[in-house]
DNA sequence: TTGTAAGCGTTATCAT
DNA sequence: ATGATAACGCTTACAA
């Protein structure tokens, strides 16, 4: 059973196709008898015009592309719900790539996006993404980006971010002002915007309060790397008193570790994550975290890549800061 | 900047554009001395064939589409990664769409999909989804597709299925052995196999241990389900003993609920949930649940659309169940 | 208001 | 081993 075509459409009724066509784009001139008439016949034979054939002479698919590091934290679904809001209000369809937090990967999505001619991008980097010069080159070749929470600094692109400095200086002070002192930093991907401005948030807190720097470890994002710096504090014995982390999963990994090795949260360590997950009112016990505003995020990088599409070539990259809450919890309580 | 193009390519070359083709699809008979001169050409000229005119012509596009109602409870998320896994390897690329659990929305997602000659479809339904006829029809139309977790019955199509009987009955069983009696069954959408096998393995667990049947009642999937289900019961002064719900989410809201009006886990009610999430072994108590291997689900799913895209036109429907684990945890440990 | 025909970037069929 | 040329299904000047 081969899909029915313009042609068959057109034989069928016996106009010729160009008048089908002007019945599905009705911004020509067409008699609203015949077009009605030829959408009645479509509906009843079941056609709809071939996309793949319209973008290929259009050059444009009414398709965009999103592409994450990953689904498993709460974060990125919640982003891709108001990038789909906002999209299917206009009438996009929203094509969705994971790279799995691996370069190759996300460049191979972006490329399988591009060379179906999504008329525009919206991209959080992978944390091993060293490679910009390629994004770069997308830029001159005018193909719409907006990046959102995962970018790098010095590339001209429309940006959707947070104020990751404001909220870990915040999230630090809390810290400090329930009396905590020595506290630790696990740190994110280095290369990473949003990394760089947690780790200043957190040592601007300590200039601000007179105290001593911070002790920083390098971690990372995930579960594991929380649980592999846990166990390393653990084997040399410098327990740490309070813990800044620099998202909830490795927040999380962490406080799992200690729990499991008898200490206290946060009788003996108090925690604190980033990025509210799914996760945090929920663990034992209940989690201080930095709140996103995780659909506002999706709705406003969609914004931008429409009107970045609509302006195709002229536009003035932007970059929009969002602001958050701190969700203060059981595990950042000072009892004493 | 214009993107280049085969002509472009068989231009610089001097020579012509069906020789370039053969280049890039060696099945022809090509010298190969001047097939690496033009790999190398194009390399260098940054050309890379274009999809959408190979799909147009070929009618095959070595894109699969994935459909699934969400990505907030970790189960899709992990068993994409699954699909993602088998089909890389293959030398596909995975399109990803989310109904948001609306017919509306995965309807226009499969004709998105489908439109754009992906060559095969994974599938799980959304809770609404009451028409099959839809999927019928597009099975008449020789469209692969893999049904995966959320099903209907009478559909000749290939399908990955968990044992949700059996594990419904060990689950409960569980309950009924620890000594709990009057076990509640929070049910999902009842129009899915997935819960009516679990209802089933409920009632049976009654059956084998001469029991009463338990009662049942009418919940749905989300957190909202399991709180508004649990309000309603505080409110009757109905509080069962035990609950057995039809997914972890469901349970924890319902466990939430109970726990803000004072209730103690697994003391006052003991619950069990169903399809593991991130959460079960995170929440406070820790949340007793029947695991299933997501990762293999996808694995499998991807494995039977490969085969059936390859044999297109002849294959047996199959049906593979996968087997799974019942992880008990805190929250249905009976203290007496 | 409608029809004719060129062209989007490929692959496939037939020559050469 | 390579080159012309006709498709694939559609949009869009240009003609009628």
Redesign the pocket.
Known sequence: M?????????KEL?????????A??N?????????DLILKKAEELG????????K????RSYNIGVVVPEFENSFFPKVLMGVQEVMHDKGYQVLVMQSNYSWEMEKKNVETLVDNMVDGLIVSLTSENQNIDYYKKLLTQNIPIVFFNRTVEDIAASKVLFDDFKWALFATEHLILQGYQHIVHLSGAPHLTLSKNRLKGFKQAHTKHRLEPGKVIQCGFRTEDGERVAKELIEKGEIPRAIFAANDSSAIGAMNVFKQHGYKIPQDIAIVGFTESNLAKHIYPTLTSVEQPTQDIGQTAATLLLEQIANKGVFVPQTIVLNGRLNVRESSMNPQ
């Open positions: 081969k899909h029915i075509t313009i042609k068959d459409l057109a016996g106009v010729s196709i160009s008048t089908v066509s002007r599905f784009n911004k020509y001139d067409i008699k609203p008898e015949t077009r056609y709809r015009p071939n996309p793949i054939a319209r290929l002479i259009q050059q």
